[in-house]
């Protein structure tokens, strides 16, 4: 790609529903997520607003060496992201994936009960935004589909071009 290219996707996760979401080879990004994927409580989870649920490979790996027993999937993100700058990674930002699929991130994850087994002493506050700011999942909605593969590079897109400095 070009110098935007700033990330990769590590892993595509999906479930039948609730968590931990296991990884899949590939996926087709639709307007409400992956296909094939499902969540158990939709009144909090899924929709057109919060489509797809992305956490940082790095974040995971950070939080494993803090001793918390989390892994790719464990806490329900479907895309595993890898070498973006997380802090830029926020509502309004733009991805793009591969060459087709574009992400706009919508919103902050709010973590619930059901992710507690991924946390020492169920300390699920170690990736809410209130309370550990960069350290939460994202949402995000869907601006355009198709197929993504583990590996797809990830860039910025739009007037939230980053660089290597930050935002």
Not at 25 to 46: C, M, S, W, Y
Not at 59 to 68: F, K, M
């Amino acid at each position: 790609m070009n110098e935007s290219t700033i990330g990769r996707l590590f892993q595509i996760n999906a479930s039948e529903g609730g968590v931990p979401k296991t990884a899949v080879p590939e996926a087709i990004v639709t307007p409400l997520g992956l296909d094939g994927d499902r969540q158990k409580n939709t009144r909090f989870h899924g929709g057109p607003q919060r489509a797809l649920c992305l956490y940082s490979l790095e974040r995971i790996q950070a939080l494993q060496g803090e001793g918390h027993p989390i892994y790719p999937g464990a806490i329900g993100e479907n895309l595993t992201v890898s070498g973006l700058p997380w802090d830029a990674v926020v509502p309004g930002s733009r991805w793009r994936i591969g060459a087709d699929v574009l992400l706009e991130i919508t919103s902050y994850t709010v973590p619930c009960h059901q992710i507690q087994a991924a946390f020492l002493e169920a300390q699920v506050v170690r990736v809410s935004e209130k309370h550990h700011p960069g350290w939460s999942r994202v949402y995000a909605r869907v601006l355009r589909g198709g197929p993504i593969r583990p590996g797809d590079p990830m860039a910025a897109e739009g007037h939230h071009e980053i660089s290597e400095g930050g935002p």
